[in-house]
């Protein structure tokens, strides 16, 4: 599938040049600029961009469950048919290996076929019906029913380390686009040009399937994003970054005449617990597996575990001398940018000057890639009043903490930010042990891990990819997994309509063969008159 890259704003279906040609796609491995200047996004067209996308929603969102399916749908296949020509162009500008692209751009087709499938299952409408009893005493109940339909026109912020999955056409869109909400994307700086591919790939979806063409917009530039969530009709905001940069977009939203909910993913150091009898028995391949977890795609992972956790004992000291030796293993890798790089090795930087903490493996460098590291803290900086162990530096380095007593563990699992994962490295005996401790880790993390590592996250119906705030804005929701649509829905009631003005979901008929709670009992079946 061959495009043409222009670098111009995607509003309405056009593609517009207003601003300056300024933009340039820097390839992460040399820096190295792409001929195509992009051009900023000016004020207006920010305007134009979510006008065009208010004005799809009162379309849209009219549309059948199985009408948008079929658009996901499309979307997906024209991922798929995109070839080694944007493939090439997505690992120029993320310096990922070509498997590692290919292999996201199937999660990003496959996350999309998976809502189609929640569209033509029909539980995210949550249709709720309770009939009426005229004879009631000593008061009648009107009839009253319950659907739940799209927020509105959401605003999406690609992010940098998943290109696809995380981006244009990624989770945030293809949830918004299921719940019945056009989208108007903010491409990220760092991949403008896999961002043009995906625009142009959704906008050919558009047409083949007859969606209104302002159901997508896109917009590139580094000043766009406080116009954007400042547009009265923007109605919500998807953000996967850092923690200033989504506690900003945070701010911006509730200061609105109209506050808006920001679903930000944010910040996450995701601690490991190494449990006593799991060292006893697997501490060589669990040394060896961690290293891999952290510096699976040189740490550039939301899920990245940056905090390992033992008790005091000869095995834990025999998994440190491990764990050293698989890290001092790993080639110093490259980064998804030089600006990532730089903010990498001054988070190594701010921790090594840090009294208490010492580093265990790590160093200079090759020019322009990462080391991976192994640093080591005193266990009184698990309390450190400025909580330094758990800022998150963001790549391919992890921080080992080993205290005299699980006592102290519990102290600091209590006290913890929130966090998207936790992690446990246990035999049965460990776990049956602290019983309390693993109820307090619910209140602290999105998602429990039993021997297993954080880093992978599965696009499924049961996956929460959350948790309490820092990791995200809200602790409510999911960036990845079906529940995810929850975000950009509302409920709405109606109370005695007449059938025929209903939505299709709440009709006596029940046309769309809605799964519905009808007076307490789930049924399909029509309701009579």
């Given at each position: 599938m061959q495009t043409s890259i222009t670098g111009q704003q995607f509003i309405g279906g056009q593609r517009t040049s207003s601003g300056e040609a300024c933009l340039r796609s820097l390839a992460a491995a040399d820096g190295s600029a792409h001929p195509t200047a992009f051009f900023q996004a000016t004020p207006e067209e920010v305007q134009q961009a979510v006008a065009a996308a208010s004005h799809a929603y009162s379309t849209y969102r009219q549309k059948s469950p199985s009408v948008r399916a079929d658009f996901l749908e499309q979307v997906a296949a024209e991922i798929d048919a995109l070839g080694d020509d944007f493939i090439a162009d997505v690992v120029r500008e993320t310096a990922l290996p070509t498997a590692r692209i290919i292999g996201e751009r199937g999660r990003t087709s496959g996350q999309l076929r998976l809502f189609a499938s929640v569209l033509r299952r029909g539980d995210f409408l949550d249709a709720r019906i309770d009939p009426a009893q005229p004879n009631r005493t000593p008061l009648p109940r009107a009839d009253i029913r319950l659907v739940n339909i799209g927020v509105g026109p959401v605003a999406v912020f690609g992010a940098s380390n998943f290109p696809l999955a995380f981006s244009v056409a990624g989770g945030d869109t293809a949830s918004a686009l299921a719940a019945g909400c056009p989208v108007v994307v903010k491409a990220h700086s760092s991949h403008m040009i896999t961002a043009e591919w995906i625009g142009q790939a959704i906008e050919r979806a558009i047409i083949k399937t007859g969606m209104p063409a302002?159901?997508?917009?896109?917009?590139?530039?580094?000043?766009?994003?406080?116009?954007?969530?400042?547009?009265?009709?923007?109605?919500?905001?998807?953000?996967?970054?850092?923690?200033?940069?989504?506690?900003?977009?945070?701010?911006?939203?509730?200061?609105?005449?109209?506050?808006?909910?920001?679903?930000?993913?944010?910040?996450?150091?995701?601690?490991?617990?190494?449990?006593?009898?799991?060292?006893?028995?697997?501490?060589?391949?669990?040394?060896?597996?961690?290293?891999?977890?952290?510096?699976?795609?040189?740490?550039?992972f939301c899920t990245n575990p940056g905090l390992i956790l033992a008790i005091d004992s000869p095995e834990t000291e025999l998994f440190i001398s491990e764990l050293q030796t698989a890290m001092a293993a790993i080639p110093d890798q490259e980064m998804l940018n030089r600006q990532i790089l730089s903010h990498y090795e001054q988070g190594i930087t701010r921790l090594l000057a840090t009294p208490g903490i010492t580093q265990l493996h790590g160093g200079e460098a090759e020019e322009g890639k990462a080391r991976a590291h192994v640093l080591r803290a005193t266990p009184e900086l698990l309390f450190h009043p400025e909580k330094l162990l758990e800022a998150e530096v963001f790549g391919p380095a992890t921080v080992v903490v080993t205290v005299p007593n699980v006592e102290m563990l519990q102290r600091f699992f209590h006290e913890i930010q929130g966090q998207l994962t936790v992690t446990l490295q246990g035999e049965t005996d460990d776990l049956h042990a602290h019983p309390e401790l693993l109820s307090a880790l619910e209140q602290r993390s999105g998602r429990l891990l039993l021997n297993g590592y954080p880093t992978?996250?599965?696009?499924?119906?049961?996956?929460?990819?959350?948790?309490?705030?820092?990791?995200?804005?809200?602790?409510?929701?999911?960036?990845?997994?079906?529940?995810?649509?929850?975000?950009?829905?509302?409920p709405v009631c109606f109370q005695n309509y007449p059938d025929t003005l209903l939505p299709p979901a709440l009709q006596n008929s029940n046309p769309l063969g809605i799964l519905r709670l009808v007076d307490g009992q789930m049924t399909r079946a029509p309701l009579s008159n």
């Open positions: 302002g159901l997508f917009n896109m917009v590139y530039g580094s000043r766009v994003g406080e116009d954007l969530v400042r547009a009265p009709d923007i109605k919500a905001v998807g953000f996967t970054g850092s923690l200033s940069g989504g506690r900003a977009l945070c701010d911006l939203a509730a200061a609105r005449p109209e506050p808006i909910p920001v679903f930000a993913e944010m910040s996450s150091i995701n601690p490991v617990w190494m449990m006593p009898n799991a060292l006893k028995v697997r501490h060589a391949s669990l040394a060896k597996d961690l290293a891999a977890s952290v510096t699976m795609g040189c740490g550039q992978g996250v599965e696009v499924c119906d049961a996956m929460v990819h959350g948790g309490p705030y820092p990791a995200t804005s809200d602790a409510r929701g999911t960036s990845v997994g079906t529940l995810s649509i929850r975000r950009f829905l509302r």
